[in-house]
Protein backbone atom coordinates (compact mmCIF):
# COMPACT_ATOMS: atom_id res chain seq x y z
CA UNK A 1 0.00 0.00 0.00
CA UNK A 2 0.98 3.28 -0.94
CA UNK A 3 0.22 7.16 0.50
CA UNK A 4 -0.84 9.99 -1.65
CA UNK A 5 1.61 12.18 -0.56
CA UNK A 6 0.57 14.95 -3.51
CA UNK A 7 -2.17 14.89 -6.02
CA UNK A 8 -2.69 18.05 -8.36
CA UNK A 9 -2.79 18.77 -11.64
CA UNK A 10 0.15 20.57 -13.95
CA UNK A 11 -0.80 21.28 -17.30
CA UNK A 12 -4.09 20.41 -19.35
CA UNK A 13 -5.71 16.89 -18.52
CA UNK A 14 -2.54 16.15 -16.79
CA UNK A 15 -1.53 15.23 -13.36
CA UNK A 16 1.30 14.67 -11.05
CA UNK A 17 0.92 12.30 -8.21
CA UNK A 18 3.77 11.58 -5.54
CA UNK A 19 3.41 8.10 -3.63
CA UNK A 20 5.35 7.22 -0.46
CA UNK A 21 6.08 3.19 -0.07
CA UNK A 22 8.36 0.91 -0.80
CA UNK A 23 10.74 1.71 -3.75
CA UNK A 24 13.54 -0.74 -3.59
CA UNK A 25 11.62 -2.79 -6.68
CA UNK A 26 12.62 0.58 -9.17
CA UNK A 27 16.26 -0.33 -10.54
CA UNK A 28 16.17 1.43 -13.95
CA UNK A 29 14.51 4.73 -15.72
CA UNK A 30 11.48 3.53 -17.44
CA UNK A 31 10.06 0.47 -14.56
CA UNK A 32 6.28 0.86 -14.29
CA UNK A 33 3.53 0.69 -11.83
CA UNK A 34 0.28 -1.39 -11.83
CA UNK A 35 -2.13 0.86 -9.83
CA UNK A 36 -5.74 -1.01 -8.55
CA UNK A 37 -8.45 1.17 -8.78
CA UNK A 38 -12.15 0.44 -6.96
CA UNK A 39 -14.10 -0.90 -8.95
CA UNK A 40 -12.22 -1.64 -11.78
CA UNK A 41 -11.39 -4.60 -12.67
CA UNK A 42 -7.69 -4.13 -14.73
CA UNK A 43 -4.82 -2.17 -13.06
CA UNK A 44 -3.68 0.52 -14.52
CA UNK A 45 -0.42 0.82 -15.92
CA UNK A 46 1.47 4.16 -15.23
CA UNK A 47 5.33 4.99 -15.92
CA UNK A 48 7.88 6.24 -13.10
CA UNK A 49 8.54 9.75 -13.42
CA UNK A 50 10.62 10.08 -10.34
CA UNK A 51 12.11 7.88 -7.63
CA UNK A 52 13.89 7.99 -4.17
CA UNK A 53 14.11 5.87 -1.17
CA UNK A 54 10.59 6.41 -0.15
CA UNK A 55 8.79 8.62 -2.76
CA UNK A 56 7.92 7.81 -6.20
CA UNK A 57 6.32 10.33 -8.51
CA UNK A 58 3.88 9.64 -11.81
CA UNK A 59 2.16 12.01 -14.15
CA UNK A 60 -0.48 10.80 -16.18
CA UNK A 61 -3.72 12.47 -18.27
CA UNK A 62 -7.04 11.98 -17.85
CA UNK A 63 -8.51 9.81 -20.25
CA UNK A 64 -10.78 7.70 -19.26
CA UNK A 65 -13.18 6.59 -16.15
CA UNK A 66 -10.00 4.82 -14.71
CA UNK A 67 -7.76 7.93 -14.80
CA UNK A 68 -10.33 10.44 -14.12
CA UNK A 69 -11.21 8.44 -11.11
CA UNK A 70 -7.16 8.97 -9.75
CA UNK A 71 -7.18 12.48 -10.45
CA UNK A 72 -10.12 12.62 -7.76
CA UNK A 73 -7.97 10.78 -4.81
CA UNK A 74 -6.69 13.28 -2.25
CA UNK A 75 -3.61 13.53 -0.16
CA UNK A 76 -3.38 10.85 2.90
CA UNK A 77 -5.47 8.07 0.47
CA UNK A 78 -4.14 4.78 0.09
CA UNK A 79 -3.18 2.87 -3.02
CA UNK A 80 -2.84 -0.86 -3.64
CA UNK A 81 0.19 -0.73 -6.10
CA UNK A 82 2.09 -3.23 -7.84
CA UNK A 83 5.58 -1.86 -8.41
CA UNK A 84 9.43 -2.15 -10.44
CA UNK A 85 7.58 -3.74 -13.05
CA UNK A 86 8.96 -4.05 -16.92
CA UNK A 87 13.01 -3.86 -17.92
CA UNK A 88 13.66 -0.48 -18.60
CA UNK A 89 16.16 1.78 -20.53
CA UNK A 90 19.42 0.36 -20.46
CA UNK A 91 22.22 3.52 -20.02
CA UNK A 92 24.90 1.60 -21.09
CA UNK A 93 24.39 2.37 -25.31
CA UNK A 94 24.98 5.79 -25.18
CA UNK A 95 27.90 8.81 -24.98
CA UNK A 96 25.82 11.57 -26.08
CA UNK A 97 22.23 10.07 -25.58
CA UNK A 98 19.04 12.22 -26.94
CA UNK A 99 15.63 11.95 -25.38
CA UNK A 100 12.51 12.06 -27.02
CA UNK A 101 9.35 12.47 -25.51
CA UNK A 102 5.85 12.59 -26.50
CA UNK A 103 2.69 14.03 -24.58
CA UNK A 104 2.67 11.52 -21.58
CA UNK A 105 5.62 9.69 -22.98
CA UNK A 106 7.44 12.38 -21.37
CA UNK A 107 7.50 11.45 -17.20
CA UNK A 108 9.53 8.40 -17.81
CA UNK A 109 12.38 10.31 -19.48
CA UNK A 110 12.90 12.37 -16.93
CA UNK A 111 14.19 9.89 -14.59
CA UNK A 112 15.87 8.37 -17.59
CA UNK A 113 17.77 11.75 -17.58
CA UNK A 114 19.11 12.01 -13.93
CA UNK A 115 20.76 8.56 -14.23
CA UNK A 116 22.70 9.45 -17.39
CA UNK A 117 23.36 12.91 -15.65
CA UNK A 118 24.56 10.26 -12.49
CA UNK A 119 26.45 8.30 -15.20
CA UNK A 120 28.59 11.74 -16.68
CA UNK A 121 26.23 11.83 -19.50
CA UNK A 122 24.49 14.95 -20.71
CA UNK A 123 21.54 13.85 -22.58
CA UNK A 124 19.77 16.84 -24.92
CA UNK A 125 15.91 16.67 -24.66
CA UNK A 126 12.94 17.08 -26.98
CA UNK A 127 9.22 17.42 -25.56
CA UNK A 128 6.70 16.96 -28.28
CA UNK A 129 3.23 18.10 -27.42
CA UNK A 130 -0.37 19.15 -29.33
CA UNK A 131 -0.89 23.00 -28.07
CA UNK A 132 1.12 25.19 -25.35
CA UNK A 133 -1.08 24.55 -22.95
CA UNK A 134 -0.07 20.76 -22.55
CA UNK A 135 3.36 21.24 -21.83
CA UNK A 136 4.73 19.71 -18.59
CA UNK A 137 7.92 19.19 -17.47
CA UNK A 138 10.23 21.50 -19.24
CA UNK A 139 11.52 23.65 -16.55
CA UNK A 140 12.22 20.36 -14.66
CA UNK A 141 14.50 19.09 -17.30
CA UNK A 142 16.12 22.79 -17.61
CA UNK A 143 17.02 22.32 -13.68
CA UNK A 144 18.52 19.68 -14.05
CA UNK A 145 20.64 20.39 -16.65
CA UNK A 146 19.74 19.35 -20.45
CA UNK A 147 19.43 20.74 -22.96
CA UNK A 148 15.94 21.40 -23.73
CA UNK A 149 13.94 21.53 -26.98
CA UNK A 150 9.25 22.04 -26.93
CA UNK A 151 8.07 21.43 -29.60
CA UNK A 152 3.78 22.22 -30.53
CA UNK A 153 2.08 20.90 -33.35
CA UNK A 154 -0.05 23.79 -33.78
CA UNK A 155 2.99 26.25 -33.06
CA UNK A 156 1.45 27.91 -29.94
CA UNK A 157 4.63 27.06 -28.13
CA UNK A 158 8.48 26.47 -29.08
CA UNK A 159 9.15 24.76 -32.33
CA UNK A 160 6.34 24.54 -34.71
CA UNK A 161 5.52 20.92 -35.74
CA UNK A 162 6.82 17.70 -34.40
CA UNK A 163 9.57 15.97 -32.50
CA UNK A 164 11.21 15.20 -35.79
CA UNK A 165 11.19 19.07 -36.56
CA UNK A 166 13.41 19.88 -33.48
CA UNK A 167 16.43 17.35 -34.20
CA UNK A 168 18.76 19.41 -36.67
CA UNK A 169 21.63 20.72 -34.80
CA UNK A 170 21.56 18.18 -31.86
CA UNK A 171 24.93 16.26 -31.26
CA UNK A 172 24.00 13.11 -30.26
CA UNK A 173 24.66 9.14 -30.95
CA UNK A 174 21.95 7.33 -29.22
CA UNK A 175 17.96 7.95 -28.50
CA UNK A 176 15.95 7.15 -25.78
CA UNK A 177 12.30 7.72 -26.25
CA UNK A 178 8.71 7.07 -24.95
CA UNK A 179 5.22 7.84 -26.81
CA UNK A 180 2.69 7.73 -29.08
CA UNK A 181 2.82 5.20 -32.15
CA UNK A 182 2.52 7.66 -34.90
CA UNK A 183 5.70 9.50 -33.17
CA UNK A 184 7.87 6.61 -33.28
CA UNK A 185 7.54 5.87 -37.04
CA UNK A 186 8.44 9.55 -37.85
CA UNK A 187 11.97 8.56 -35.03
CA UNK A 188 12.00 5.49 -37.16
CA UNK A 189 12.17 6.99 -40.86
CA UNK A 190 14.21 10.16 -39.34
CA UNK A 191 17.38 9.24 -36.69
CA UNK A 192 20.10 7.52 -38.17
CA UNK A 193 21.51 6.02 -34.83
CA UNK A 194 20.55 3.20 -32.68
CA UNK A 195 18.32 3.78 -29.99
CA UNK A 196 15.89 2.00 -27.63
CA UNK A 197 11.95 2.39 -27.59
CA UNK A 198 9.08 2.33 -24.69
CA UNK A 199 6.05 1.00 -26.17
CA UNK A 200 2.89 1.48 -24.85
CA UNK A 201 0.38 -1.25 -24.99
CA UNK A 202 -2.98 -1.99 -23.05
CA UNK A 203 -2.20 -4.90 -20.16
CA UNK A 204 -4.32 -7.31 -18.38
CA UNK A 205 -1.87 -8.20 -15.74
CA UNK A 206 1.16 -6.23 -15.99
CA UNK A 207 3.73 -9.02 -15.13
CA UNK A 208 3.55 -11.27 -17.85
CA UNK A 209 1.03 -13.98 -17.10
CA UNK A 210 -1.62 -13.27 -19.28
CA UNK A 211 -0.16 -12.95 -22.45
CA UNK A 212 -2.51 -9.88 -23.33
CA UNK A 213 0.38 -8.05 -24.64
CA UNK A 214 2.46 -10.18 -26.80
CA UNK A 215 4.33 -8.55 -29.73
CA UNK A 216 6.31 -10.09 -32.63
CA UNK A 217 9.28 -9.30 -33.01
CA UNK A 218 12.67 -10.02 -34.72
CA UNK A 219 13.44 -12.47 -32.11
CA UNK A 220 10.34 -14.05 -31.29
CA UNK A 221 7.56 -12.95 -28.76
CA UNK A 222 7.99 -10.59 -26.15
CA UNK A 223 5.62 -9.64 -23.85
CA UNK A 224 5.65 -5.77 -23.39
CA UNK A 225 4.87 -5.81 -19.78
CA UNK A 226 7.75 -8.28 -19.03
CA UNK A 227 10.24 -7.98 -21.72
CA UNK A 228 9.42 -4.51 -22.47
CA UNK A 229 7.69 -2.12 -22.44
CA UNK A 230 11.62 -0.78 -23.85
CA UNK A 231 12.62 -2.64 -26.71
CA UNK A 232 15.92 -1.95 -28.89
CA UNK A 233 15.75 -0.77 -32.49
CA UNK A 234 17.21 -3.53 -34.05
CA UNK A 235 14.87 -5.90 -32.62
CA UNK A 236 11.50 -4.69 -33.48
CA UNK A 237 9.08 -5.13 -36.81
CA UNK A 238 7.61 -2.49 -37.92
Do not use: H
Not at 130 to 146: H, P, W
Amino acid sequence: MYKILLNEKIAKDVYKMVLEGDTSLITAPGQFINIKLDGKFLRRPVSVCDCDSKTLTIIYKVVGEGTEQMSLLEVGEELDVLTGLGNGYDISKSKKPLLIGGGVGVPPLYYLAKKLLESGQKPSVILGFNTKDEVFLEDEFKALGCSVFVTTADGSYGIKGFVTDALSGIDYDYFYTCGPMPMFRAIENTVNTSGQYSFEERMGCGFGACMGCSCKTKYGYKRICKDGPVLEREEIIW
